[in-house]
């Protein structure tokens, strides 16, 4: 055989064996992927209510694999089949004790699936999580508890030595012991089992024999009538330990308050600026999320969870948010289904200032919010309220909320750059172990928006021109109008957030112009200072909150400012802040969450019933007399003339509307158009904008109408006192009115 045919087969050969191989190593890594995408363990049945006990079966399509599950919460397992436990305390010391070793544990397991789980109602189980301390109360008095016991904890919790003759009288409706000290007696705390609904989360995974395992698996079902509760119920499910152990969990007091106390702290401080685990920003814990709904099937969601709120975070029903993967999204949160996707969402405690830090669900926040949506700045989205169930336990009623981030400035003012938007806030430090009073912390970089109060203090910088190069001016003026009129006592010093977007200017939105707009957030200490002149506190330039106020206090240095804002204050207590706009919001929010509020206190032990309704109230109270005062108020601050009526109609309301300043009248909510730097439109504004309308303004202030005919007609003439005949066939008037006034538009058909 010739050398050349040796070397052709020699090649030949070789190509052979280099093709079997790629094919061999194709094939190897084709299977090698098929077995790290192992499929869902399969359940029997959906999450959601059950009238009876029923038997849950676990299965998969490789009878191969091994199912293992657990009923706690805890990730399965197969390394925890003979289960683990963490501590946790429910008894801490106040400074200057020390802390003591009292610690109690959990168990939480890992089982083989071998047979079908039975789903029974659990109602008669003993409470476990709502048995978990959550603050540092040395004996905590709001574990859910039977009638009686609870009011003596509370009051042993408070005072803990009392008079024979008081003991005598609480030993009657307990089973305590009583222990003489000294001339005193004491009581010791008293537990006792509770009981209430309950679920069962089920958690699965399946492990081939490779060791692969599958993605975990959540569902959770009840057994009893979904009814009990009223607003929509969602299951969080996740595990105990990273919650509530002493050492991890991010909802307890935990080693970093007991580390804290051994370094001999100054034990004046607050229990609001004493360290804790809850302190720990940052941490996030693996959750998963389920709707609950009978009606309806809603994909569960692998979610992650964070504690949220500053001083809040002291409190014993924690806030927390809820960070979605990149392609999720709340479905069927929204009436107008929006997908929400990119956005985070905090489950708070509505109103906490109204509470004194206890766990009582209120609305001011929520309210708030609904009364100011279609002003020139950004308003959190209320998606409603949710009964929430943590690993089966009932853990109380969360609103839901957007988070004020830049990815809620990209969403709602659709910009294509999240980096690209500069978010500005302060929050005020009241993290610090000192009982100073500190400056705010600034969020963001605030060296151009310093340099910017600077250029303001100039005289010849105090004008709308000038401003109008850096801020939006209509967001700045609504802004400071919502907070003073809603009397915000966290503000400014705090909870003031405004933005800017530093990309090129997109056509598609009118917000990437570069300009200041501004958000407003955390309105919970609203609907208090009734009496309160906040215009003063707007233009306080202490240190502390200069850059808050410094620029405002510039502007109305400037008669033309001075007299848009006032024009602008006085348009939006005309409809905005109407007292029946305000108090029917503040009722609908009400009835929202009314019939699931007793089930909260019960769970948390924090106020009565009778103390959330004198709460709305005193709302009610202060809709219906907040905008005499408001009135009283400016007309003092600014030294302005008397306050006239003015009332406007049309011959016709189908024929056409009026202008007036800034306020368009005869138009229903579906007609409104949302302000540039608004991220939502106004709702329940017919009533105040519908025909006839009346509205009071102060004299000697510029008032200008116009008249607005529909498609098909036009305007023929004014009607009303005082006006010239020039006047009284233009559609545009501008008055300086002295006295009570009442115009009318007449409009005819288009020949």
Do not use: C
């Not at 299965?59 to 501590?87: A, C, Q, W």
């Amino acid at each position: 055989m010739s050398f050349r045919i040796k070397t052709l087969l020699l090649i030949i050969v070789s190509i052979s064996i280099i093709f079997n191989t790629t094919n061999v190593n194709a094939s190897a890594t084709l299977q090698e992927t098929k077995h790290t995408e192992l499929h869902e363990v399969i359940f029997s049945q959906p999450s959601g209510f059950y009238k009876k006990d029923f038997t849950l079966t676990l299965s998969h399509p490789d009878n191969n694999v091994i199912i293992y599950y657990t009923l706690d919460g805890s990730e399965p397992d197969p390394n925890n089949l003979k289960g683990s436990t963490y501590r946790y305390k429910n008894n801490y010391e106040q400074p200057p004790n020390k802390p003591k070793d009292n610690f109690l544990y959990h168990r939480y397991k890992t089982y083989q699936y071998s047979q079908p789980i039975l789903i029974k109602d659990r109602t008669n189980e003993p409470d476990r999580i709502s048995q978990i301390s959550t603050t540092t109360d040395k004996w905590p008095f709001y574990f859910p508890q039977p009638w009686g016991v609870y009011e003596v904890n509370k009051v042993i919790n408070r005072i803990n030595y009392f008079p024979n003759r008081v003991i005598r009288k609480f030993h009657k409706i307990t089973t305590g012991e009583i222990t003489p000290i000294g001339t005193k007696t004491f009581i010791p705390l008293i537990t006792t089992k509770n009981y209430s609904n309950k679920g069962t989360s089920v958690r699965a995974i399946a492990v081939s024999q490779e060791g692969i395992k599958s993605p975990i698996v959540t569902h959770t079902f009840f057994i009893w009538d979904k009814n009990i509760f009223h607003s929509p119920i969602i299951a969080l499910t996740a595990p105990e330990k990273n919650l509530f152990d002493y050492d991890e969990g991010i909802f307890v007091a935990g080693k970093d308050y007991d580390e804290w106390l051994i370094t001999d702290p100054n034990w004046m401080i607050t229990d609001i600026k004493a360290p804790a685990n809850w302190r720990r920003k940052g941490k996030r814990i693996k959750a998963t999320l389920e709707q609950i709904d009978s009606n309806q099937s809603y994909p569960n969601l692998n979610i992650e969870i964070k504690i949220h709120g500053n001083s809040s975070r002291v409190n014993t029903d924690k806030n927390f948010r809820i960070y979605l993967k990149k392609n999720q999204s709340l479905v069927g949160f929204t009436p107008n289904g929006e997908d929400l996707k990119g956005l985070r969402f905090n489950f708070i405690i509505d109103g906490r200032e109204s509470t004194n830090s206890t766990g009582i669900v209120f609305i001011s926040d929520t309210t708030a919010q609904r009364i100011v949506e279609g002003l020139s700045f950004g308003t959190q989205s209320s998606y409603g309220y949710r009964n929430i169930f943590l690993n089966g336990e009932y853990y109380g009623v969360r609103n839901i909320r957007d988070v004020k981030d830049t990815r809620y400035i990209r969403y709602f003012y659709h910009l294509p750059h999240k980096k690209k938007i500069q978010l500005l806030f302060n929050k005020f430090n009241n993290e610090i172990s000192t009982t100073k009073r500190l400056p705010p912390i600034l969020k963001g970089d605030f060296q151009e928006w310093k340099d910017l109060n600077q250029a303001f203090n100039q005289k010849e910088n105090q004008n709308i021109d000038f401003a109008q190069k850096y801020i939006d001016i209509n967001s700045f003026i609504d802004y400071y109008v919502a907070e003073i009129f809603l009397a915000n006592k966290d503000w400014p010093d705090n909870n003031y957030a405004f933005w800017k977007y530093l990309g090129k200017y997109n056509q598609n939105s009118s917000t990437s112009d570069g300009r200041y707009r501004w958000l407003i957030y955390d309105l919970d200490a609203t609907f208090k200072d009734i009496n309160t002149n906040y215009l003063e506190k707007a233009i306080d330039i202490r240190t502390q909150q200069y850059l808050f106020t410094s620029i405002f206090r510039s502007l109305l240095n400037n008669l033309e400012f001075k007299e848009q804002f006032i024009t602008r204050f006085s348009d939006l207590m005309n409809t905005t802040f109407v007292p029946e706009r305000m108090v029917k919001i503040i009722e609908n929010t009400k009835q929202e969450v009314e019939k699931d509020v007793p089930l909260h206190i019960k769970r948390w032990k924090s106020r009565n019933i009778n103390d959330w309704k004198s709460d709305v109230s005193n709302m009610v109270n202060f809709a219906r007399e907040r905008p005499a005062i408001q009135y009283q108020q400016l007309q003092d601050f600014f030294k302005l003339s008397s306050i006239y009526q003015l009332k406007v109609d049309v011959n016709d309301p189908g024929f056409g509307s009026i202008k007036i300043n800034t306020l368009h009248l005869g138009l229903k909510d579906n007609e409104l158009t949302k302000p540039v730097a608004a991220s939502h439109l106004p709702t329940l504004m017919e009533d105040v904008l519908a025909f006839p309308w009346q509205g009071k303004y102060f004299q000697d202030l510029p008032l200008k109408l116009e008249a607005i005919p529909k498609l098909g007609y036009q305007f023929s003439y004014w009607q009303g006192e005082g006006l010239s005949q020039e006047q009284i066939i233009n559609s545009i008037l501008e008055l300086l009115p002295q006295s009570n006034i009442k115009l009318v538009a007449v409009f005819e058909k288009v020949n």
